[in-house]
């Protein structure tokens, strides 16, 4: 895969064979994926699909989109029934809310970011947006009424014109796909644009990055400014804010990687391998 060189090749253990060859079986360790705007958790399929492969449990919550600190209740609220390790990931907006919701999380031990927002303490995802040359998706969305507002400020929302969804969203993805996902669509309520975040998770817990060169959702060089921030281990992959489903093997990879660390020599648990 473009741009990735950390993917298990044929040959190379799973996760559940690294136990057998250390011994004593690592703590059970959760990934817990949250997706962005515009999308659902099946967007996480191929990820998924490939995580279990690997012996990893997944979870792929539903994402209200309502309001960053709405969504990052619910997820606190997953992650709070969740007893065992957690590596935390999250997908564009899926990034501020892992961000605001694992920050007193114990038991998240990782946050990968894909193609994500890392927020800091009292920052909103335009605040992010308006520091760099804009992309093609602030010409590409439109506003639509609630007609029950869920929370209160949640009055209107947004969704991307079907029309320019594959261009701005998922160039990557063949026409068919495209044009199901640009009618599934989740609209994500304006008020998330505007909401601040906490105290960032990523500021105490080690953090993974996967930039996606090619997108035209969340500028690229906004990607590397929040990853350098974070000081988060990085990489490109050349693809576009669909990533998830363009390249999930190399998703999966730096999932893969970021559970290998959480249960390496540092963290005090089982002996580091390299996947």
């Given amino acids: 895969m473009p741009g990735w060189t950390g993917m298990r090749l044929a040959g ?27 999308a659902d ?19 792929a919550p539903a994402n209200p989109l309502r309001g960053l600190a709405h969504d990052a ?27 605001d919701a694992a920050a007193d999380a114990d038991n998240v031990l990782a946050l990968c970011y894909v193609a994500a927002f890392g927020l800091d303490a009292g920052e909103c995802l335009l605040d992010i947006t308006s520091r760099f040359s804009p992309t093609p998706a602030a010409d590409a969305l439109f506003g639509a009424p609630v007609p029950t507002p869920f929370p209160a400020d949640a009055d209107s929302e947004l969704y991307i014109r079907r ?27 304006r008020c998330a644009l ?8 990523w500021a105490d817990k080690p953090s993974w990055y996967a930039v996606a060169t ?36 190399a998703v999966a990879a730096m999932i893969r990687e970021a559970a290998a660390h959480s249960v390496g020599p540092d963290s005090g648990r089982t002996p580091r391998h390299p996947f």
């Fill in 163 to 189: 029309e320019l969804f594959p261009q701005v969203y998922a160039a990557d993805l063949s026409p068919h796909v495209t044009s199901v996902l640009s009618v599934t669509q989740r609209p994500i309520a």
């Fill in 12 to 38: 190379q253990p799973t996760w559940s064979e690294v136990a057998d060859v250390h011994g004593p079986a690592p703590s059970p360790l959760t990934v817990v994926l949250v997706h962005g705007a515009f």
């Fill in 73 to 99: 209740a619910c997820l606190r609220n997953v992650l709070r029934r969740i007893d065992v390790p957690v590596v935390l990931v999250g997908h564009g907006y899926g990034g501020a809310v892992i961000t």
């Fill in 214 to 249: 090619a997108d035209r959702m969340l500028n690229p060089t906004a990607q590397r400014f929040m990853a350098l921030r974070m000081t988060a281990t990085t990489h490109s992959l050349e693809g576009s804010h669909a990533v998830p489903r363009s390249q999930p093997d």
């Fill in 41 to 59: 958790a099946s967007s996480w399929a191929g990820v998924t699909g490939l995580l279990h492969d690997d012996g990893l449990t997944v979870h």
């Fill in 194 to 201: 505007t909401s601040r975040s906490g105290p960032p998770a």
